[in-house]
């Protein structure tokens, strides 16, 4: 599969890639998760977004949020693979592109992101690690999980 990752600020991102990036997130986290939430939280125009294109479709999308935006340090949210992508390897590949723009954005700097519980071997695979209770957000069960450079 030949994926093209781009990493934009959301001023820099076209009206396309941005229509693409909010269809699938609504398409994944509302319908298909069935959950009514408001995905638009005035925190996207602060963040970075990493996409990865195959041809002129969006297979997979995560935004990296900036310290003291989402959690006091830098976070990973939003990871989403295309239905039509799936099992093809994409959720890891978004995931170790975001790392390495979060290290090279930021340093070695701890990450942080809230994981759904059922992807918590996922997260844990990257390197992540959990950090506090289980609580519910939106009706799905969540745990926040942290990452840390070696050093």
Request: proline content about 3%.
């Amino acid at each position: 599969m030949n994926l093209e990752t781009r990493l934009r600020t959301f001023s820099q991102l076209n009206n396309e890639e941005l229509y693409q990036i909010l269809r699938l997130r609504s398409e994944v986290f509302v319908v298909e998760q069935d959950c009514v939430f408001l995905d638009l939280d005035n925190k996207d125009q602060k963040c970075q977004h990493l996409s990865l294109y195959q041809g002129e479709e969006l297979a997979a999308y995560c935004r990296i949020v900036p310290a003291g935006l989402s959690y006091q340090e830098v976070a990973i949210g939003r990871v989403v693979s295309a239905p039509a992508y799936r099992g093809k390897g994409l959720g890891r590949k978004v995931m170790e592109e975001a790392i390495a723009a979060c290290e090279k954005l930021f340093g070695p700097v701890p990450i942080r992101l809230g994981a759904q519980t059922y992807a918590l071997k996922f997260y844990q695979s990257l390197g992540f690690r959990e950090e506090g209770e289980v609580y519910d957000e939106d009706g799905i069960e969540h745990i926040e999980m942290v990452y840390q450079f070696a050093r």
